[in-house]
């Protein structure tokens, strides 16, 4: 069972522009959501993250907005450059169940310069 | 780099066969998190280890096991090979396992190829 759900599965953005990733999730006891960002040949590695009391998080580039009675949340990357080109995962996870991660399918993003 | 290291980077084998990779955390990390990434499955948590007891189970075959040893670092053993097994392999790493927030820090994973 798909607890995450992620969309869409890529994107082509052009340089300069925004790309935008959405989830959305089912288990509701979830209280953790991080977004990874993955280069070919590298493992996952934390972007920014958000906890369910805070609507938007904005770091640098990139900002989270969070949506609980909708069950959703998504990552907008402002001012794409080519090398935010990777795989974006979102995930969540529970404390009380020892912060295992469950992720989305992923999101292969491609900026064109 | 994380601070996470795996060995070995590649691992070319035969079905029926039994593998050990192996995941040293961060230095100060106590909790180590095994992940298992395939084409049609995605990322998957498989087990997670703190401070050498085995603390929460995924999707994990019984064909595999793993354990976290007194120096932290942890070994996830795979045995009777499929060729569905051939996969990347991910270890992380966090300091604890609660509260809230908790980052975990991803290696660079085993790339494992099952012939």
């Not at chain 1, 989305?104 to 993003?109: A, I, K, S, Y």
């Not at chain 2, 790493?93 to 012939?115: A, I, M, N």
Request: glycine share 8%; charged share 20%.
């Amino acid at each position: 069972q798909q607890q995450v759900k992620q969309s869409p599965q890529s994107l082509i953005v052009q340089k300069g522009g925004i790309s935008i990733i959405n989830c959305a999730y089912e288990n509701t006891a979830f209280d953790y959501f991080p977004w990874y960002q993955q280069f070919p040949g590298k493992g996952p590695a934390l972007l920014i993250a958000i906890r369910p009391d805070v609507s938007e998080k904005k770091e640098g580039r990139f900002t989270i907005s969070f949506n609980k009675s909708a069950k959703q949340f998504s990552l907008h990357i402002m001012d794409s450059q080519p090398g935010d080109s990777a795989t974006y995962f979102c995930a969540a996870s529970m404390s009380a169940a020892g912060n295992k991660l469950t992720f989305g399918g992923g999101t292969r993003v491609l900026v064109k310069p | 780099d994380s601070g996470v290291t795996q060995t070995p980077k590649h691992l070319i084998t035969a079905t029926g066969q039994r593998v050990t990779l192996r995941c040293s955390p961060r230095s100060g990390d106590l909790s180590v998190y095994w992940y298992q990434q395939s084409l049609d499955q995605g990322l998957q948590f498989l087990i997670q280890y703190y401070n050498g007891e085995e603390r929460a189970k995924g999707n994990i075959l019984e064909r595999f096991s793993a354990q976290q040893f007194p120096d932290l670092h942890s070994e996830l053993n795979l045995s009777s090979l499929e060729l569905g097994d051939s996969a990347l392999y991910f270890c992380a790493s966090s300091l604890l396992d609660r509260p809230w927030g908790e980052t975990q820090y991803f290696g660079p994973g085993t790339r494992l190829l099952v012939l």
